[in-house]
């Protein structure tokens, strides 16, 4: 049985530019929810997606945007990089009709903006 | 999001019983307590969650206050690979999501 996976594992981007990174969730999941972690911080909740609609979001700017499939993988778009952008990009997936279910998380793409 | 303390970082020997402690003095009753561990290069895991009751599974035991208002993560026998950040999370379930509301955790580090 699959995990979380997340492409690309790295990624290098200039400022200004836009980046989209993608996320399967664990097979059986429905709900995705995306973090950010800079350096030696804990992950910031994003958003979170379920049945294709945003259903929560964290404290980030429009510039952050997301999309959930019908298969219910999801991606995370980011425009007009800026250099404070550079993290790491965790996906987690759940079962959305559990409050309380486990999230399982991928093992995140790191983003650079130069 | 309620809020919860833990201290930066902490030692222990391989095979002797680790205890993290939480502080989180402003807990609502329906808050459940939830932790997760991050090993380095990798997406946090999930430990073991409570209410109330002490909780027990493979990898750890979770005891938590009669008030509520700390909860300690034991771990029986420390190995090496569970040097790690660990977080205590408090489930916030307003706004009909599930989010993780995670702090800066303990650094555990374990030597031989």
């Known amino acids: 049985d699959a995990g979380v996976t997340q492409s690309p594992t790295h990624l290098i981007k200039t400022r200004g530019q836009q980046v989209t990174l993608r996320c399967s969730p664990k097979?059986?999941?429905?709900?995705v929810s995306w973090y950010q972690q800079a350096l030696g911080q804990g992950p910031q909740f994003i958003f979170q997606?379920?049945?294709?609609?945003?259903?929560q979001r964290g404290n980030f700017p429009d510039r952050f945007s997301g999309h959930q499939f019908p298969n219910y993988s999801s991606e995370l778009n980011v425009n007009a990089l800026l250099l404070g952008d550079s993290a790491l990009y965790l996906c987690?997936?759940?079962?959305?009709?559990?409050?309380?279910?486990?999230?399982?998380f991928g093992p995140g793409t790191r983003l650079l903006v130069l | 999001d309620a809020k919860t303390t833990q201290p930066n970082s902490m030692e222990s020997n391989e095979e002797e019983p680790v205890h993290l402690p939480c502080n989180h003095s402003t807990i609502s009753g329906t808050d459940y307590i939830h932790w997760y561990r991050q090993l380095p290069s990798q997406g946090p895991e999930y430990v073991i969650h409570g209410l109330t009751s002490n909780v027990n599974n493979r990898m750890a035991s979770l005891a938590i206050a009669e008030d509520r208002k700390s909860s300690t993560l034991i771990l029986h026998r420390a190995t090496l690979r569970d040097a790690a950040v660990y977080y205590c999370i408090l489930r916030d379930l307003t706004g009909g999501g599930n989010k993780l509301t995670f702090g800066t955790g303990t650094q555990l580090k374990v030597e031989l």
């Open positions: 097979s059986g999941h429905d709900t």
């Open positions: 997606y379920y049945e294709e609609e945003e259903r």
């Open positions: 987690a997936s759940s079962w959305g009709q559990e409050y309380q279910e486990t999230q399982y």
